[in-house]
């Protein structure tokens, strides 16, 4: 059994002329929260749209739990919850109705096991005082929520958001992001975004499009540890004159940067020897007893970052 729940291969998708995807090759690990992620009109809502076939592909293809997503759209879809980018819900239903209304699509066993399921559903997504009232009272959180909802009313294995905390005020998305950590622990989450914040926040492992085309794939960490090399952030306070040149002569050092401002050195020391570096590095510094060290790790680089550098390289090399 593949330990990737989507796997596609060269999957693209043209209207007429215009290439909204192409040759996209994605691979999904089980259980993760995998962040798609790109700038608005990147080709997100266009991979998910083939993904649930609710469109056909101009060349290449996938799988959804090991089915092909063309041949076997509608095997696939029953396992799969999906939450559009603006859902839509008839404002005069309540949380309840509406949640009753779509388990009738999967379920026809007894109504007591039905309205529990609904119910089970109203306390996860934190609608409890909320579910026997109208739809048109929501707030925008809250009708995100609902949708969430809606899409596990099936219990499913993938949960597919199309920018699930997109103009949400800062309380709704974070409402949003705690319920996708919790529902991590049964489902598979893949969800489209462009913020960036969210994405640091609460995935695993992210793939960066542009253009319809991938930029970039791996685990959210390896992405922000960097792609030029193992780097070490130094602060320092105190006699510093003769840090930098000690630091370039170690043997494992391939680059040191340095900016100093208010009596303070601000050290990017780029390593070629990780294990060397950690056991060495430190020691090396504080045997100048006139300095003090107030800040040492591996740098970390932010996300933003990381994506504006991936979309100008590929902007450089087209």
Known sequence: MSQFVIETQGLSKAYGDLWALKSLDLRVPKNSIFAFLGPNGAGKTTTIKLLLGLTAATEGGGYVFGMDITRQSNDVRGRIGYLAQHPRFYDYMTARETLRFAAHFYYSGPKEAIEKRIQELLTLVNLDDKADRAIKGYSGGETQRLGIAQALINSPELLILDEPAS??????????????????????????????????????????????????????????????????????????????????????VTAVSTKSENGTAHFVVTVDDEAKAKKDMLRTVLANKDVTVTEFGRRKYELEEVFLRLVEEKKDAE
């Open 167 to 252: 103009g949400l005020d800062p309380q709704g998305r974070e409402e949003v992001l705690d319920l996708m950590e919790q529902l991590q622990k049964t489902t598979t989450i893949f969800y489209s975004t462009h913020i960036l914040d969210d994405v640091q926040r609460v995935s695993d492992t992210v793939a960066i499009i542009n253009k319809g085309t991938l930029v970039a794939q791996a685990p959210i960490n390896q992405l922000l540890s960097g792609t030029e090399g193992v780097a070490y952030v130094l602060t320092i306070e105190g006699n510093h004159n003769r840090i930098a040149s000690q630091l370039e002569g170690l043997p494992y």
